[in-house]
């Protein structure tokens, strides 16, 4: 037996092992859907109920990522709103205040 044929030996004792193997990295080659988020988590959503029902800070948007939260509320003109949303979302989250941003909500959203 020479070396090509010993070589077809061992891929024909190997087939099934390399075609599954084939086939499983052709499904991590797929996409996996739209990057955009079209409805919020429900971390999102509890944390933007708990903040719409806190004292001055108003109707709120809430968005988590992997690398911080964003809150749009009516109140963030307020120094102390703010903190107070910064402190919350710190709590509940466990990002510091530098992945933290709270943006004040358009009067006509």
Same mark, same amino acid.
């Given at each position: %037996?020479?070396?090509?044929?010993?070589?077809?030996?061992?891929?024909?004792?190997?087939?099934?092992?390399?075609?599954?193997?084939?086939?499983?990295?052709?499904? %991590?080659?797929?996409?996996?859907?739209?990057?955009?988020?079209?409805?919020?988590?429900?971390?999102?959503?509890?944390?933007?109920?708990?903040?719409?029902?806190?004292?001055?800070?108003?109707?709120?948007?809430?968005? #988590?990522?992997?690398?911080?939260?964003?809150? #749009?509320?009516?109140?963030?003109?307020?120094?102390?709103?703010?903190?107070?949303?910064?402190?919350?979302?710190?709590?509940?989250?466990?990002?510091?205040?530098?992945?933290?941003?709270?943006?004040? %909500?358009?009067?006509?959203?």
């Amino acid at each position: %037996m020479d070396e090509k044929e010993k070589a077809f030996a061992k891929l024909e004792k190997f087939k099934y092992p390399l075609l599954i193997l084939l086939i499983g990295l052709l499904f %991590m080659l797929l996409p996996s859907g739209s990057a955009k988020r079209s409805e919020p988590d429900e971390p999102d959503l509890r944390l933007q109920e708990l903040l719409s029902c806190t004292e001055g800070i108003g109707e709120t948007r809430v968005l #988590i990522s992997d690398s911080g939260v964003v809150v #749009i509320c009516r109140g963030a003109e307020n120094p102390r709103v703010r903190l107070d949303i910064i402190r919350a979302v710190g709590s509940y989250t466990g990002f510091g205040s530098d992945k933290i941003t709270v943006l004040k %909500m358009a009067e006509n959203s």
